[in-house]
Nanobody
Framework: QVTLVESGGDLVQAGGSLRLSCAAS????????LGWYRQAPGKQRELVAF???????AYADSVKGRFTIARDNAKNTVSLQMNSLKPEDSAVYYC???????????WGQGTQVSVSS
């Protein structure tokens, strides 16, 4: 069974950068998808970016060109490099692991990102 632990959340000024990391306790198998989601107060959780085991990526329009997702299958980690941060990026960021075509999905506990204007 996979468990996920996020780290790297912090308070930064607008225009700054942060790098979030997510460590999986189990093995990240081929065919799985790792993603980052975020949830701001009073809003629904939304997809930020995901990456397949083959390295294909997708991003929310709001973060394209500013955020970069990467995974290391050997180290069982996924990261999210966030540049040019905006106050509207403030949220709790969650790491997610899922196996397409199944009901298997795992969430981390979340890490807080706050961007001041």
């Amino acid at each position: 069974q996979v468990t996920l632990v996020e780290s790297g959340g912090d308070l930064v000024q607008a225009g700054g950068s942060l790098r979030l990391s997510c460590a999986a306790s189990g093995s990240i198998l081929r065919g799985t998808i790792l993603g980052w989601y975020r949830q701001a107060p009073g809003k629904q959780r939304e997809l930020v970016a995901f990456i397949t085991s083959g390295g294909d990526t997708a991003y929310a329009d709001s973060v394209k060109g500013r955020f970069t997702i990467a995974r290391d299958n050997a180290k069982n980690t996924v990261s999210l490099q966030m540049n040019s941060l905006k106050p509207e990026d403030s949220a709790v960021y969650y790491c997610n692991f899922r196996v397409p075509g199944t009901a298997i999905t795992v969430w981390g506990q979340g890490t807080q990102v706050s961007v001041s204007s």
